[in-house]
């Protein structure tokens, strides 16, 4: 991870994106990804993660959802939670 790649003195805490990037941000990135592209174990643990929160299904389980609701439903649920609206 690169962190915060803007200069704390420009950010406006009032603002959703406020600030100049530091010196050097470009040479930070490049080098994330350089050794992104340098460590193969990384991205193979990096895609594992990915699928594991990327199933593929959120538009079925909206539809199921509002499926539920249009039925009178209170709400729905996914794993543990339950969602209302």
Do not use: W
Not at 16 to 22: D, F, N, R
Not at 28 to 38: D, G, P
């Amino acid at each position: 991870s690169v962190g915060d790649l803007r200069d704390p003195a420009t950010i406006d805490p009032d603002k959703v994106m406020s600030g100049s990037l530091k010196q050097d941000s470009v040479g930070s990135i490049f080098a994330e990804l350089n050794r992104l592209c340098e460590d193969h174990r990384l991205r193979v643990d990096m895609a594992s993660r990915m699928q594991e929160l990327i199933d593929g299904r959120g538009a079925e389980r909206i539809v199921e959802c509002f499926s539920g609701f249009l039925a009178g439903k209170e709400g729905c649920s996914y794993g543990d939670e339950v969602l209302s609206l």
